[in-house]
């Protein structure tokens, strides 16, 4: 079998692996790139494979960077199955449809600028045809269970720990009467994520594709991280000012919430208005909670309590524009929970062009900012950034905060990779900017004597 690296290969977007055997051909995510100008352009094709011979698309989880170019599969002419957990095909149905909205309001504003110049407009990407025919195309592939995906190809999905429903995958190959194994880590999450169940590694495998976002370093204790949280929001709640939070609408929103939850319920904050200005983070919060099987002990035990009732009267969902539009006109101090989590798109634009000014207003960043983002600008400390065609001063107050970041660290990483090395297979690290793979091979390479492969996009690897 030979695997070639369509996304995720030197970047941490764009997840697409694709699996070919003398029997079948199968592609592991298809995602889209995020960032810049280089990453969109990307975006315009599916993975360059032939989409009426592949066999099944397979999914470790439902954010973007894994689904997303789904909808361009099918406009190529993929007719197969896409095969996802239950939780996973529940929320790829929300990611790709809220993808569309998003890609067909931002080209009906530069279609308008373009027409005004007389240039010609640009189609979109997609249509909803494409979209609900990916979703149509979904299968159940349950946890725990070795199933039959293609022709002598077996996957077995455990949990990932990352988001809802999120899976480490381990094909099973069986070619020429021979057996091999190759596992896919997915997005791990780091040991003690709320919500959801921690990753459970497999124990042995032929081959290992391991992500690498944060094979550089380790988080800030998550404690330490929700006790900074807690003071930041305090002061800002003392200077009346408005809270931002770009948030990733699956995963983080609701990580988020949780913990601002249990400080409300512990004493440690007093509960004040928090605005969830996302659509898509509403509904993905209904699907998390359509979801209790997949719930650890802590969050089974605080659903069962009784305050998530309590606290209803504080956290306001504002589904609607024009909600989103009255919160510029609402008074600190108050939270404000919108996305995009890198800051590139969506309603947490329209918050920081009319608060980025304003030496009172608190940005706290909670997850990874790629490169080319304005998340990243913000958080290497850009003074002035361009929203909208308009230069924006920042003189908010820009906090990183780590530790609520949904990938597991260096130390996390090297935990989940500890099961598997006595089996000594072989490595390769994708999902991960330059250096912090290169950090994290050479560790590999010390401890356990294992030298990792770093493909680059269009690599080729043979099992």
């Not at 099918?74 to 809220?98: E, H, K, Q, S, W």
């Amino acid at each position: 079998m030979k695997i070639t690296f369509f996304g995720a290969a030197g970047g941490v977007t764009g997840t697409a692996y694709y699996c070919e055997s003398s029997e079948a051909r199968i592609l592991i995510d298809c995602g889209m790139f995020q960032g810049g100008r280089r990453d969109e352009t990307r975006n315009k094709k599916a993975p360059p494979v032939n989409y009426r011979t592949l066999d099944a698309i397979v999914l470790t989880h439902a954010h973007l960077d894994h689904c997303g170019r789904l909808p361009l599969a099918v406009r190529d002419g993929y007719r197969g199955p896409i095969f996802g957990t239950p939780a996973t095909i529940d929320l790829v149905a929300l990611v790709l449809r809220d993808s569309l909205k998003v890609q067909t309001s931002d080209l009906e504003k530069l279609n308008r600028r373009l027409s005004r110049t007389g240039r010609t407009r640009i189609k979109p990407l997609f249509d909803e045809d494409y979209v609900e025919g990916a979703i149509s195309q979904m299968k159940p592939l349950p946890y725990h269970q070795l199933y039959l995906v293609a022709p002598g190809m077996e996957i077995i999905v455990d949990e990932a720990g990352h988001i809802l429903g999120s899976g480490t995958l381990k094909l099973v190959l069986t070619e020429h009467g021979k057996q091999k194994s190759v596992i896919f880590s997915g997005d791990l999450g780091p040991h003690g994520m709320p919500i959801v169940r921690d990753s459970e590694p497999f124990k042995e495998a032929d081959m290992v594709i391991m992500e690498s976002t944060y094979g550089d370093r380790n988080h800030k204790p998550l404690q330490e991280t929700i006790d900074e949280a807690i003071s930041i929001i305090k002061t800002a709640m003392e200077t009346k000012g408005k809270i931002l939070v770009p948030s990733f609408a699956i995963g983080r929103t609701q990580d988020i919430l949780y913990y601002i939850e249990q400080a409300f319920r512990k004493g440690g904050l007093r509960r004040f208005p928090i605005y969830i200005d996302s659509p898509m983070a509403i509904e993905a919060s209904r699907i998390y909670m359509s979801h209790p099987e997949l719930f650890d002990d802590d969050m089974v035990e605080f659903q069962g309590s009784g305050e998530l009732q309590r606290d209803e009267g504080f956290i306001h969902p504002t589904e609607t524009a024009e909600e989103s539009k009255h919160l510029n006109d609402v008074p600190g101090p108050c939270m404000i929970i919108a996305g995009s989590g890198m800051c590139n798109a969506g309603r947490i634009q329209h918050h920081l062009r009319h608060n980025l000014w304003r030496p009172e207003t608190s940005v706290l960043i909670v997850g990874y900012q790629a490169e080319g983002t304005l998340g990243r600008k913000l958080v290497n400390g850009d003074k002035y950034v361009n929203i909208y065609g308009e230069r924006i001063a920042v003189r908010a107050q820009i906090y990183k905060l780590g530790g609520f970041s949904a990938h597991a660290g260096q130390s996390d990483l090297l935990d989940w990779f500890n099961i598997l090395a006595p089996d000594r297979p072989r490595v390769v690290l994708t999902h991960g900017e330059e250096k912090a793979r290169i950090i994290l091979a050479n560790i590999l390479l010390h401890r356990y004597g294992l030298q990792p492969f770093l493909p680059q996009y269009g690599d080729s690897i043979e099992l």
